[in-house]
């Protein structure tokens, strides 16, 4: 299994980021995919996720409303669009899935939120 994020930086308050997670190793069609988050000091989150084929999503309630999760099973993608992006949105994204009765993480993408 591997997981890569892209797509993190530095924006603005009030601004967006999309991040993407190109997966591998795995039939991903097959499995559900989530978003989690660890900011300095702070144990990490979970922030979202998607069934397998899309049909299903959940996330949670810092972020309803102003992020999206997606994917694109022809692709190997999980996406994460973010909008109207807090400082406290400030964090190391992951994507995850669990597989095999083993958690598998990305190497995550920096997400800054700062003026």
């Known amino acids: 299994v591997q997981l890569v994020e892209s797509g993190g930086g530095l924006v603005q308050p009030g601004g967006s980021l999309r991040l993407s997670c190109a997966a591998s190793?795995?039939?991903?069609?097959?499995?559900?995919m989530s978003w989690y988050r660890q900011a300095p000091g702070k144990e990490r989150e979970s922030v979202a996720g998607?069934?397998?084929?899309?049909?299903?999503?959940n996330y949670a309630d810092s972020v309803k409303g102003r992020f999206t999760v997606s994917r694109d099973n022809a692709q190997n993608t999980v996406y994460l669009q973010m909008n109207k992006l807090k400082p406290e949105d400030t964090a190391v994204y992951y994507c995850?899935?669990?597989?095999?009765?083993?958690?598998?993480w990305g190497q995550g993408t920096q997400v800054t939120v700062s003026s």
């Open positions: 995850s899935i669990y597989y095999y009765s083993t958690r598998y």
């Open positions: 190793g795995f039939t991903f069609s097959r499995y559900g």
């Open positions: 998607i069934a397998s084929e899309g049909s299903f999503t």
